[in-house]
């Protein structure tokens, strides 16, 4: 299996752009996870699928943010307009049921 | 509320010796998950570890073992004969089974580990 795969691993953008991250999960996992890591904040839950349905969106910090998940195998972070405090690196994870969690490799999102 | 702390920001130990990151959590449910995960300097992050809470035996991995007490809610994690590439920011993680099976993970705030050569 291929793992979690995200995309871009890098972005840079200027501050007011639209920005997509996108993540395939593991395929037969039905949750899926989106993470944001900072050094001020650490890793920070931002939102969760469950069976492409969003369970818990509380950790979105602003109407910015949305996600989406059309079907099993993909889903998107956008951004819309990027401010420079979005700068992290986003991790997209996904698991079957209550066994581990795996992580994508992350995306490093600069936003000048 | 389920919360994860990790006490120990930073840890340097010499290599060869050995170890121990703490954890302790908090949680309302009597079936939980807890894991641990490693983050190397690469930046990905890779799990370790999953213990239900059924199940109070240690667990002994190689030079890795995990101590799991419920009489405390720890979950500590030793590195036996450290190595310079243990040296990584290790996260302890906790996840509650909800009604609907529809957890999420909660992270602890990491310990930064440098084994020193």
């Known amino acids: 299996d291929a793992g979690v795969i995200q995309s871009p691993r890098h972005e840079v953008t200027e501050m007011g752009q639209e920005v997509t991250l996108r993540c395939k999960p593991i395929?037969?996992?039905?949750?899926l996870f989106w993470y944001r890591q900072t050094m001020m904040r650490g890793l920070e839950l931002l939102i969760y699928f469950n069976n492409n349905v969003p369970i818990d969106d509380s950790g979105m910090p602003e109407d910015r943010f949305s996600a989406k998940m059309p079907n099993a195998s993909f889903s998107t972070l956008k951004i819309q307009p990027s401010e420079p405090r979005d700068s992290a690196v986003y991790f997209c994870a996904s698991r079957q049921a209550n066994y581990e969690q795996y992580f994508g490799p992350g995306t490093r999102l600069t936003v000048t | 509320a389920q919360k994860v702390t990790q006490a120990q920001t930073e840890i340097s130990v010499v290599e060869k010796e050995d170890v121990t990151l703490d954890c302790v959590y908090e949680t309302r449910d009597t079936t939980y998950y807890l894991f641990w995960y490693k983050q190397p300097p690469s930046g990905e992050l890779v799990f370790l570890i999953r213990?239900?809470?059924?199940?109070?035996q240690n667990e002994i991995s190689g030079r890795y073992s995990w101590n799991f007490q419920k009489s405390t809610s720890s979950f500590n994690f030793t590195i036996t004969a450290s190595q310079v590439v243990d040296s990584a920011v290790y996260f302890c993680a906790l996840s509650e089974v909800g009604y609907s099976s529809a957890s999420k993970i909660i992270f602890g705030s990491g310990t930064r580990l440098s084994i020193r050569p």
């Open positions: 395929s037969g996992h039905d949750y």
């Open positions: 213990r239900n809470s059924f199940d109070e």
